[in-house]
């Protein structure tokens, strides 16, 4: 009678799950097509549809696929990333304000591309990929950096103390990053200037190529992993007696969770508080199964990034705003409201 | 009496403690400052001797060009490095008693930001506005932070830990930097706000001294008579309260203190953190739990690290200047870590 009870709340959440996914996928694709006409150059719907069927004028196809695609496809994969990192964390650590952006993974990435830049000789950079590889390398290292140093022997991870060992390391990060800046001439300080900003800006192909196979791979591997989440959400001594290896699951969770927002976050730049909403919405909006939740917390990040971005672009026609600063506006009263909160 | 146990030391055990210590470190600071001052005069681009300075300062002459650099550049340069160390210094360690927090520094609680953005908006509207006048509106910044914490701390009393309290805060701070880079992207001053995310001393003036000394030496005044019933506040609420004191009245003069502090120090410096994160735990390793040492401690070994740090950075990458904001941050991180990692049991 229970397990039949069961059933059918899982049947019920399951169809809700669903409406809730289709909706936020049609919200997406609203902000989409708003996005594309949003900026220097506007793109009406039917210029787009011009385009895609090969009647734009040369300056409309090289605005649609060298300007606003790619950046936009960077946006969707960064905000999906990140949320999804985000919820992997705050799964395994039982936290609900464990944010990947928060923890400044990305300063690592600037100062790499910083030494690539002093050190390296100009004809290296002919190579697109060199720079998003390098961004990876010190957002990896900086992730392990923060891990290592909040790790406690006994005593676990404590994610207030990882967030504020983080917000540390990034503050350090980044006053190394402003005295090497001075070393540069005018030409490698744009360069730098510029992939520090995230490349949603001078995001192209190649930083799309760099990045999808970090999001298509990690993703499908998380979410086959939900049913574990929902189990050291829930218990860790659940877990065990269920005959999970829950070290094991743990740190491979946590490694996936890393590996997304590092790769996230070396391609979009510094973005906070994208992880802690995404999450936490999709959880009030279908619950916390994992399996569930999951979906609609990438789909929410993808919104709020292009969203940001869209915003960022029509307040300042000239200069760049960093995406990140518009969602730092709404994400940062969200934090503090959670912080409050959650006693 | 009302007897509350308190992981701190008796009150009479540190009222008790000698002030030897804190004579020692008085003397020696002001050595080290005086040491330090005439270093910071004659390091820099141009080649200056302490002969020269001696002449420049009791024989000035308006035609030598050496005699100008350092009358007019590096000793106000030099002082309000001094000024503003025992500012943040103190303003860290009074809010470090208030808050019970040891990691309480005002550039993590995000009030330093909080002056920071008043001053963009500021500077962005009404570009026309004297350093002098500047100084107000950044006290009303510095205001605002403090009353955010402080309301934050009230809102959800003994929930907030002490790591709580500084993620709160640091957000706050990322919050109001964000709005400061949007404000001055919007109106296109980023440049006249550089100085504020770097963070140093290099263009201060003898206007910067002037404007900024007597709100810090009114300020250091006010954290030295606070001083004892800080070092009873300290002790936890409860203790104080029984002990007859007004804990909210010394909690507002605390923050009216360090709102002074910090509103005067950030017009001349800009975003410099970690110095009351530094000092105050120096001190307190020197000299013990009692505030009427630990408060000119500060206020002296403030002076002298700043100091010192702002020679660095004028000579780390010459002839340009490194960032003070930089330096403090590369010696400070590492500290933070160590007391984050080390106080767990407290602080969580």
Redesign the interface.
């Known amino acids: 009678m229970i397990e039949h009870t069961f059933a059918e709340i899982h049947n019920v959440r399951q169809k809700r799950t669903f409406k809730i996914v289709v909706m936020l996928s049609l919200i997406l694709a609203v902000i989409f097509l708003i996005s594309l006409n949003t900026g220097t150059m506007r793109l009406t719907p039917e210029q787009v549809w011009a385009v895609l069927t090969g009647e734009g004028s040369q300056k409309q196809q090289t605005v649609l696929f060298r300007l606003r695609l790619p950046r936009m496809i960077i946006a969707i994969l960064v905000g999906a990333g990140l949320a999804v990192s985000g919820a992997v964390l705050q799964g395994i650590s039982k936290n609900a304000l464990a944010d990947p952006g928060i923890l400044g993974i990305n300063s690592g990435a600037n100062l790499v591309v910083l030494l690539i830049v002093i050190t390296a000789p100009a004809s290296i950079f002919a190579n697109p990929f060199l720079l998003p590889a390098g961004a990876l390398l010190g957002s990896c290292c900086t992730a392990a950096i923060i891990f290592a140093m909040s790790y406690k022997k006994g005593r676990g991870l404590h994610p207030s103390r990882m967030l504020l060992i983080g917000i540390a390391v990034a503050a350090a990060l980044s006053a190394i990053s402003a005295i090497l800046t001075l070393k540069l001439n005018p030409m490698e300080y744009d360069m730098v200037y510029e992939f520090s900003l995230g490349s949603l800006y001078g995001g192209d192909w190649d930083f799309v190529l760099s990045l999808l196979p970090w999001i298509l791979g990690v993703l499908p591997f998380v979410i086959y992993k939900s049913h574990i989440l929902n189990i050291l959400h829930l218990n860790e001594s659940a877990g065990v007696s269920l005959g999970y290896s829950v070290e094991k699951e743990r740190f491979y969770l946590l490694l996936a969770a890393l590996a997304l927002a590092a790769s996230s976050s070396a391609i979009g730049g510094g973005i906070g508080f994208v992880g802690l909403m995404g999450p936490h919405m999709a959880r009030k909006l279908v619950g916390p199964k994992h399996q569930f939740m999951l979906p609609a917390a990438a789909l929410l990040g993808a919104i709020l990034v292009i969203a940001g971005d869209t915003v960022a672009r029509s307040i300042l026609k000239n200069t760049e705003l960093p995406a990140g600063v518009v969602i730092s506006m709404l994400g940062a009263p969200y934090f503090l409201y959670l912080l409050l909160k959650s006693r | 009496m009302i007897k509350v146990e308190t992981d701190r030391a008796d009150p009479k055990e540190i009222v008790g403690k000698s002030p030897l210590i804190m004579l020692i470190i008085l003397l020696g600071g002001v050595i080290c400052l005086l040491f330090g001052l005439a270093l910071s005069v004659i390091s820099g681009t141009a080649d200056i001797s302490l002969s020269t300075v001696w002449e420049a300062c009791f024989h000035f002459n308006a035609e030598l060009e050496t005699h100008q650099i350092v009358v007019n550049l590096r000793l106000p340069r030099a002082l309000t490095g001094a000024l503003i160390g025992a500012s943040f210094a103190v303003a860290g360690a009074m809010m470090q008693g208030v808050t019970r927090n040891p990691?309480a520094d005002t550039g993590l609680l995000g009030i330093n930001a909080g002056s920071g953005l008043v001053l963009a908006i500021v500077i962005a509207f009404f570009p026309s506005l004297s350093f002098g006048s500047l100084i107000y509106f950044s006290f009303l910044g510095a205001g605002l932070g403090v009353a955010l914490i402080y309301g934050?701390a009230y809102?959800?009393r003994g929930?907030l830990?002490p790591?709580?309290l500084?993620?709160?805060g640091?957000?706050?701070g990322?919050?109001m930097k964000?709005?400061t880079?949007?404000i001055s992207?919007?109106t296109?001053t980023t440049y006249e706000l550089a100085f504020w995310s770097?963070g140093g001393i290099s263009a201060a003036e003898w206007v910067q001294v002037k404007m900024i000394s007597p709100w810090v030496i009114t300020g250091l005044i006010s954290a030295i008579i606070l001083s004892p019933k800080l070092t009873i506040l300290s002790l936890g609420e409860e203790v104080a309260t029984g002990l007859g004191q007004h804990t909210s009245s010394i909690k507002l003069i605390s923050g009216i203190t360090v709102l002074l502090l910090v509103g005067a120090s950030v017009p001349a410096v800009g975003g410099v953190?970690f110095i009351g994160l530094i000092i105050p735990h120096i001190v307190r390793f020197l000299v013990g739990e009692d505030y009427r040492l630990i408060i000119p401690c500060s206020a002296m070994l403030g002076a002298v690290i700043v100091v010192f740090a702002d020679i660095g950075a004028k000579l780390?990458?010459m002839p340009?200047?490194?960032?003070l904001?930089?330096?403090m941050?590369?010696i400070?991180?590492?500290f933070?870590?160590y007391l984050?990692?080390k106080e767990?049991k407290p602080?969580?």
Request: without cysteine; hydrophobic residues 60%.
């Open positions: 990691l934050l809102a959800v929930a830990t790591l709580r500084i993620l709160a640091a957000v706050i990322t919050l964000g709005m880079q949007i992207l919007l296109g770097a953190g780390i990458n340009y200047e490194t960032p904001g930089s330096i941050a590369v400070g991180v590492p933070f870590l984050a990692r767990t602080l969580l």
